[in-house]
């Protein structure tokens, strides 16, 4: 499905060639490079006709490895203007080997817990962020959970035998 | 420590040396009654005056995000159950609705308008605990006590519409499980007449009562910039004068066609929130009066939609008919096709946007699902609102906020 021509053309006079990909099934999304996460949020924010001025919300994806693909990180950005009711998604990814990130939080306060989420369940770094520890899990934890290859079940269970059930 | 110097017998003298002033740490918490959950704050304290706070969560966290992504569309309404568990109906209708919007699903018009009662519902209990608890924290248990009675009896309308309580599970994808019986709408009718009253004699107990203003207008402020900045939504928002509401800025089960007023508080303090919650309670008896008179042209044995693949069938026809056996096996172990859709569906709860995005590729489970918790995003704020404030007051502050730990924790 395309995306609504006239939030294009607006998208496309803010953020010029950094609009990778797009598309609008339900809410408008674009795809943007990992490296310019920062710089595209501000633009959006100080922009004065788009105005994304409120953090819906943020949280990390994690892509396995599959035929051809390497196994990826990834975020994803809710944007949202209370005056319009226009929502935009931001969608990202980049290699699990680096997943550095630079933090929105001077822009959105509330992304604080946001990210510090998405970096104790994908292990994705905000380099700037203020507070950038553990907040739901254990601080003792080394892995990071919502990783796919993370298993749910108790791996020292022998009792539950999951094969015909979830993926 | 110098000994004490008596130049009068029976007067004892300071010590000597400079006055010296000392901050100390104290736990709030992980379990304390004030807190109404398990959530620490560990608070730095210059006398009675809270200098810093910062906030522990986490201690209930039971990783829904993970157990999601293992589990069929249907099972997962169990999950939402436990988010904000003063509310569970409400988080189940958001759940349904965003499958429903995932496979392209028309809700009859009939059981959207049932969900629409059940929704109300549940925000006044919702509303009703907050507010009543708000009183408790300031000494007025009586309030709480009163307005307990109508919860509970919110409660029995619950369970007479699905057999649960608290952790609801109620209605289904495509519309509703069953359809109300007698004793609901007989239930529903003495709500209708007996709890208003009730209602506003627990109102006149503590909106303009004298000592309960003093303790709660501004305290705990929040201005409308930094309440956006923190990304708060709900009565939380509302009452720091912005006035964003779910229901009117994206509706969503025949909302646009109800006629109610969204109330906004000034100055964001406790005081406002507790108006803000009164008047959306009125606001919310209304639209269940609203939703009856609408209720009075639909087709009295409708209740949901008609989509053998997704409704779950009735389970007299489970035991007895082929088709509806395949249906009923096919839905529970998640076997139906669904669409490859990454989507974004939030709704008004009890604290705001409560908002499910659904990353489907294809397969029995949600390769992604992530809840928008209200409570999670707006209680990051709670050290800047208590600044400065006395203890006391940080406690009050934060019942007015309505933390719910299942909420905050996931």
């Given amino acids: 499905m395309m995306m609504e021509e006239t939030l294009l053309t607006e998208l496309r006079r803010v953020l010029g060639d950094r609009i990778l990909s797009h598309e609008a099934d339900d809410v408008p999304t674009i795809g943007i490079k990992a490296d310019d996460l920062y710089e595209i949020v501000d633009a959006l924010y100080k922009d004065e006709k788009l105005a994304f001025r409120f953090l819906t919300t943020l949280f990390g994806m994690h892509y396995p490895a599959e035929k051809g693909e390497s196994e990826r990180l990834g975020l994803q950005v809710l944007l949202y203007n209370m005056w319009t009711g226009q929502r935009l998604r931001l969608t990202l990814s980049f290699p699990i080997e680096s997943p550095e990130l630079r933090s929105i939080t001077p822009i959105f306060p509330t992304a604080n817990w946001m990210e510090r989420e998405a970096y104790d369940f994908y292990g994705i770094r905000f380099a700037g962020h203020p507070n950038l520890k553990r907040i739901l899990n254990i601080e003792t934890m080394t892995a990071f959970p919502m990783r796919k290859d993370f298993p749910l079940e108790d791996l020292s269970r022998d009792d539950k035998d999951d094969r015909m059930f979830g993926r | 420590m110098a000994t004490p110097t008596t130049s009068l017998p029976g007067v004892t003298q300071l010590a000597s040396g400079p006055d010296e002033k000392g901050y100390f740490t104290l736990n ?38 993970k157990i999601a992504e293992r589990r069929p569309l249907y099972q997962i309404t169990t999950l939402t159950d436990r988010l904000n568990y003063c509310s569970s109906p409400l988080n189940n ?170 109330p906004v508080g000034t ?117 800047e609102m208590i600044r400065g404030a006395l203890l006391s007051d940080a406690i009050v502050t934060m019942s007015s906020l309505n933390i719910i730990a299942g909420e905050l924790d996931a």
């Fill in chain 2, 267 to 383: 100055a964001g303090a406790t005081y406002d929130r507790f108006m803000v919650r009164q008047e959306e309670i009125r606001q919310s008896v209304s639209i269940i009066r609203q939703a009856l008179v609408k209720l009075k042209d639909e087709d009295p044995s409708v209740y949901r939609a008609e989509a053998p693949e997704w409704v779950l069938p009735p389970k007299e026809a489970v035991y007895s008919a082929m088709e509806p056996l395949i249906h009923h096996f096919k839905i529970v172990m998640g076997e139906t096709e669904v669409p490859v859709r990454q989507i974004y569906h939030s709704i008004e709860a009890g604290n705001g946007e409560l908002g499910f995005y659904l990353f489907s590729d294809g397969g029995r489970t949600p390769a992604r699902l992530h809840f928008r918790r209200p409570c999670f995003i707006y209680y990051q704020a709670y050290p």
């Fill in chain 2, 28 to 65: 709030l918490g992980p379990t304390h009654p004030a807190t109404h959950g398990i959530f620490q704050n560990i608070l730095k304290m210059d006398g009675e005056i809270v200098v810093d706070a910062e906030q522990t969560v986490g201690y209930i966290h039971r990783a829904f995000e």
């Fill in chain 2, 93 to 262: 209708m958001g759940w349904h609705m965003t499958v429903e919007k995932l496979i392209d699903l028309e809700v009859p018009r009939r059981a959207k308008l049932l969900r629409v009662i059940i929704m109300e519902l549940s925000r006044i209990a919702d509303h009703l605990i907050c507010d009543s608890i708000i009183g408790a924290d300031t000494g007025a248990l009586t309030g709480f006590m009163y307005v307990m009675e109508w919860r509970e009896y919110i409660y029995e309308i619950f369970e007479s519409v699905c057999g649960a309580r608290l952790t609801t599970n109620i209605g289904r994808v495509g519309g509703l499980e069953r359809n109300f019986t007698p004793d609901t709408w007989a239930k529903l009718d003495r709500f209708l007449k007996d709890f208003p009253k009730a209602f506003e004699e627990f109102d006149g107990l503590l909106a303009r009562n004298r000592i309960f203003m003093d303790r709660t207008m501004g305290v705990g402020p929040i201005s409308g910039e930094r309440a956006l900045a923190y990304g708060f939504t709900g009565p939380n928002l509302r009452a720091a004068g912005v006035d964003y509401d779910v229901r009117v800025a994206h509706p969503y089960s025949l909302y646009e066609e109800f006629d109610f007023i969204v």
